[in-house]
């Protein structure tokens, strides 16, 4: 062999040598944090002896004798699996992030200090039952009991092997109750109402009069979409779905706009508009087995590890001391089930999106501000940030009667007018009793039973569904709802006057709507409107989501019947409909507008489309590129850029109404000079660049575009998967997977029209309860039950919860054990 090829034969080997070597070295640093699933460890503190089933999915069942063992091991086991992202979470939610990552989060953690959720939380915690500080602080002691047993960066996760790397000096601390009650208040800010829309109405006033503002928010379309609750309105102190309201005289609404700018992303889900759910509940006498079923799914961001974790919490017998036998998904970091079933009950939940947090817009003089006439004490504290690698900093969180001042951290605040300074008023914010509403659920065994655990359960305001063994089906808005002494929420307002204060007390719960087993025999939420305020007051919110996705559902169950009882499969078969409820709607105009050439050509596959958003339709590339390109060429050049439509039937309505007014000025683009464009200009613009960019991305075939190449879930790590080190987020990420659906479908996989047609919001899991037979029950959550990359469990559900199947959801003991393949006994 010449030299120069035994010299590159020479290094060649070396190289992949090393390379076998740095392999080894990974899998065996990766494997070292695998749980162990199988066999028996000691838990000290334990009162009895713990079993843990799991099966193929590593889907953990627990049971104890006590209540205080069964929390301790599912401490013990969400450690086991998830708590690197338990510690990220905590430190998130406390301001803490730089201890972690440096200076580079240093203005997340300023906002976060500012907002105060871990302050808040501690302040909770003394106000929870004694029961629920007991499950909780059980919870902690088998977090730290796993966390003992590992005090190496290798035996806990990868990404502390990872981070070791850039803060070597890190080392996790104990877990408290507080960490988990914190938690919560992330949930919440999630799940927050309208703060973003207040902000955008607010922007686009700066350059667009207020009627034409108007036109970006159209009422809820009563007429044709109907609310949760159709019968009903409050009687005689309370709410009574018999009765029937009076009519009443109109509203008197007195709005304020100032120019303020979002609070940062990193504080919220990267797009907002998609953040929604699904659900329903049909009652027996509409069902194949005489009993209700029950269906679920959340819209949230995507996450990898999925937000959610699938468990069993099971007494080994039902007292009053140990009286769970619970099923469902819960949050790693906090005890108990979120979303699930028990023995006798089941529930889930919708985002119900009442107007709870308020922009007041104040004035500020020193370390005074102004109210009524009169200067005020600004309430102050102190927050000192730890940075990895840096020295502390220090900042002084301000507060007026209504809230923290944002402004002072978080710059694109930014007030204006009079004004100088933006305070933040939010129900979160106030300590309450979220915690304690989880165990009420997870004991609750009928309907008064749950509607107990409802009326604690504060933040976030939920539509509650309902259905039991006993075949009652319902409905119940919860949650700490404000009352306005003037105004409706939806614009910032001045805080110095006091006429745009909340009330002293909420709505109280017994005024909140519900509904017990109703005439048509099924309930639908999906982030719609709760109830018409014509037979309502006080003001719930005006920012719903347009009932596309609740209208929808309710036709699919109405045609199911029409066929006979519903069963599982039909329940199924709606979670996945991927019918796109505005294409009836924009075709028609679209298909009336002068086109010829290539884009007349791929214009064509919208005649026969069915209008259905599955993965290997062409029709559904186009029609959604088309739509894309509708909101672009109509509203950008109107609005700043924060205000600009994101997509969702909120657009819906909007398009929908300016169909019918070709001439409106919104049709017009303003960047254009000496030309007016009218809606047919602007569509045929929109259909020809849609054509042109498919073309260009996809081929010029027109017939073999697929939604699913442009229409893609990429699973990144909520951390590390960030990182921009491009072979750590190959460590942590998956993906990408090509999904079906679209924003406003039942299937609501949401993408951003600003950005391209990347989901950005997904059903998070599924869920399907069988209350004739619990072990009957289908499931599925996003990516798995493990958040240690490389186990078979980290990713195992992604692919099947892609393609729209479900998994087995046991729960009674013989099922569990039968499909159990790891067996862990935990002894005192």
């Not at 408290?176 to 955008?200: G, H, Q, Y």
């Not at 037979?535 to 347009?546: A, F, G, M």
């Not at 602007?682 to 020809?688: D, G, K, S, T, Y």
Request: glycine share 8%; proline share 6%.
């Amino acid at each position: 062999m010449p030299w120069p090829l035994r010299w590159f034969a020479r290094v060649l080997t070396v190289l992949l040598a090393l390379a076998l070597v740095l392999a080894g070295v990974l899998v065996v640093t990766v494997r070292t944090s695998f749980p162990q699933a199988d066999g028996s460890l000691r838990l000290p503190g334990l009162s009895g002896k713990v079993e843990i089933y799991r099966d193929k999915s590593g889907i953990p069942h627990i049971y104890a004798g006590t209540a205080a063992d069964l929390f301790m091991a599912q401490g013990f086991v969400h450690a086991q699996d998830r708590f690197f992202e338990m510690d990220f979470r905590r430190h998130m939610t406390a301001g803490r992030l730089s201890e972690l990552f440096g200076a580079s989060t240093l203005k997340t953690d300023k906002a976060l200090r500012t907002m105060g959720w871990r302050w808040v939380a501690e302040q909770e915690l003394g106000g929870l039952a004694p029961e629920t500080r007991d499950n909780l602080n059980a919870y902690a002691k088998g977090v730290n009991t796993w966390l003992a047993a590992n005090p190496n960066a290798s035996d806990r996760s990868l990404e502390y092997s990872v981070l070791k790397l850039q803060n070597g000096a890190y080392q996790p601390e104990k877990w408290t109750a507080a960490d988990s009650v914190a938690w919560l208040k992330a949930m919440a800010w999630d799940l927050r109402s309208n703060v973003e829309s207040e902000i955008d109405r607010a922007l686009a006033l700066t350059k667009l009069p207020k009627e034409r503002v108007d036109q970006l928010y159209p009422g809820y379309p009563y007429d044709r979409h109907s609310p949760i609750v159709t019968q009903g309105t409050l009687a005689r102190g309370h709410f009574d779905q018999e009765a029937e309201p009076r009519r009443r005289a109109g509203r008197l609404l007195t709005q304020a706009a100032a120019a303020l700018d979002a609070v940062p992303d990193t504080m919220s889900t990267e797009d907002r508009e998609g953040i929604g759910s699904n659900s329903w509940v049909v009652s027996g006498a509409n069902t194949a087995t005489g009993k209700p079923l029950l269906a679920n799914d959340p819209h949230l961001a995507p996450q990898m590890p999925s937000v959610w974790y699938q468990a069993g919490l099971h007494c080994r017998k039902l007292t009053e001391e140990c009286p769970y036998d619970v099923t469902g998904f819960t949050f790693s970091g906090v005890p108990g089930v979120i979303i699930g079933h028990t023995d006798k009950i089941s529930w889930g939940f919708t985002n119900l999106g009442p107007d709870v947090a308020d922009l007041f817009l104040e004035q500020v003089e020193g370390d005074t501000y102004l109210y009524q006439g009169e200067r005020l004490k600004l309430a102050t504290r102190k927050e000192q940030i730890k940075v990895a690698g840096g020295d502390p900093v220090t900042i002084t969180v301000r507060s007026t009667r209504h809230g923290p001042l944002i402004n002072e951290v978080i710059d694109t605040a930014r007030p204006s007018g009079e004004a100088n300074a933006v305070a933040l008023q939010w129900t979160a914010l106030t300590p309450g009793r979220t915690a304690d509403a989880i165990f009420e659920l997870n004991r609750a065994s009928d309907w008064e039973q749950f509607k107990a655990a409802a009326a604690l359960f504060d933040v976030p305001a939920q539509n509650l569904i309902y259905a039991d063994t006993s075949g009652k089906i319902g409905y119940q808005a919860p949650g700490r709802i404000p009352v306005r002494e003037n105004g409706d929420g939806t614009w910032p307002v001045p805080g110095w006057t006091g006429e745009y204060d909340w009330k002293p007390e909420p709505i109280p719960f017994d005024r909140l709507p519900s509904v017990e087993d109703p005439a048509d025999g099924f309930i639908v939420t999906a982030n719609n409107a709760v109830i018409d305020p014509a037979r309502y007051r006080p003001l719930l919110t005006k920012d719903w989501s347009y009932g596309y996705r609740s209208e929808r559902i309710r036709d699919l169950i109405e045609e199911a019947l029409e066929k006979g009882p519903i069963d599982a499969a039909a329940m199924a078969r709606i979670q996945q409909d991927t019918y796109n409820g505005f294409a009836e709607t924009l075709i028609p105009a679209l298909m009336r507008v002068d086109l010829a050439g290539p884009s007349g050509q791929a214009r064509q596959l919208l005649k026969t489309w069915d209008r259905r958003e599955d993965l290997d339709s062409a029709a559904a590339a186009y029609f959604n590129a088309v739509w894309r390109q509708v909101l672009v060429l109509t509203f950008n050049d109107d609005l700043p850029e924060q205000a600009r439509p994101a997509g969702g039937d909120r657009w819906y309505e909007v398009v929908r109404l300016l169909l019918a007014a070709p001439g409106d000025p919104f049709w017009d683009d303003v960047t254009t000079k000496n030309r007016k464009e009218t809606r047919d200009d602007i569509l045929r613009q929109a259909m020809a660049s849609a054509h042109q960019e498919l073309a260009n991305r996809l081929g010029d075939d027109v017939t073999s575009w697929r939604w699913g190449d442009l229409h893609r879930l990429e699973l990144v790590n909520g951390s590390l998967g960030t990182s921009g080190i491009a072979p750590v987020e190959a460590l942590f990420n998956r993906g990408p997977l090509s999904v079906a659906g679209g924003k406003d479908a039942v299937n609501a996989t949401g993408w951003n029209v600003q950005r391209g047609y990347e989901i950005t919001a997904v059903p998070s899991m599924r869920m399907i309860v069988d209350l004739s037979d619990l072990d009957r029950s289908r499931w599925i959550n996003l990516t798995g039950a493990s958040g240690h990359a490389f186990h078979d469990n980290y990713g195992d559900q992604a692919e099947v919860w892609a393609r729209g199947e479900l998994l087995p959801m046991l729960s009674t003991p013989e099922s569990v054990r039968k499909a159990a393949v790891h067996t862990l006994r935990l002894n005192p």
